[in-house]
């Protein structure tokens, strides 16, 4: 089984750029959610979907907009890059119930110059 | 709201010996807590969870975490540390639709 996975892997933008990240998972699991992890910052939600069709904002979610495409898919937009956004981008999974375990995928480390 | 507190940001023990990371939480409910390990250039792994019943909890790699309510901590052991082990280890709490994670601590395993 993939699992949960995320393309591209690694990106380089210039401040301004927009772009996409990608995230499939192959679990049938209900909730999605998009973090950033920074040095000393451990993980931060940027936005989660709860369920399919649904979405809300995490704890950082400036900057970024979210689509819940189909219960399998849950990308992120970065409309107008900023240095600030370089960082390591998490998309991870599961099921609704409150003590299921969440899985990762290996994470897009994205550049803003 | 809900919180995890991962006092430690670095933990250093020699090969063979027993090690701890420590874990504090804070939620209105049932706690569901969680740890999980990450390699370099990694994502996250699960090793274990706690829902309810036994406070000792078994996980993958010979990891087990200690659940404690009064002291309101969920402490991830295991008794002989090997050098592979060295990683960074997150707690993560979940009362709600969205896990929140601690900090991390970077266990450093010397042999």
């Known amino acids: 089984n993939a699992g949960v996975t995320q393309t591209p892997k690694f990106q380089v933008l210039k401040t301004g750029q927009s772009m996409t990240l990608q995230c499939a998972q192959d679990?049938?699991?209900?909730?999605m959610y998009w973090y950033r992890q920074d040095p000393g910052m451990g993980l931060r939600l940027i936005y989660y979907?709860?369920?399919?069709?649904?979405?809300d904002k995490g704890e950082v979610p400036n900057g970024y907009n979210v689509s819940r495409l189909n219960k399998r898919e849950f990308s992120l937009r970065l409309e107008s890059a900023a240095p600030s956004q370089t960082s390591v981008y998490f998309c991870?999974?599961?099921?609704?119930?409150?003590?299921?375990?969440?899985?990762f995928g290996q994470g897009t480390r994205l550049t803003v110059v | 709201a809900q919180s995890v507190a991962q006092p430690e940001d670095q933990v250093n023990v020699a090969e063979g010996n027993p090690l701890t990371v420590k874990c504090t939480y804070s939620?209105?409910?049932?706690?569901?807590l969680f740890w999980y390990v990450q390699y370099p250039n990694r994502g996250l792994q699960f090793l274990l969870k706690?829902?309810?019943?036994?406070?000792l909890v078994k996980g993958s790699y010979g990891f087990e975490a200690e659940f404690n309510k009064s002291q309101t901590s969920f402490h991830l052991k295991k008794p002989s540390a090997l050098v592979s082990d060295s990683a960074l280890y997150f707690c993560?709490?979940?009362?709600?639709?969205?896990?929140?994670f601690g900090r991390g601590t970077s266990l450093i395993v010397h042999p």
């Open positions: 679990m049938n699991h209900n909730s």
């Open positions: 991870a999974s599961s099921e609704l119930g409150f003590g299921t375990e969440a899985f």
């Open positions: 993560a709490v979940r009362g709600s639709y969205i896990p929140t």
């Open positions: 706690y829902i309810t019943g036994d406070n």
């Open positions: 979907s709860a369920s399919e069709g649904t979405t």
């Open positions: 939620v209105s409910g049932n706690p569901y």
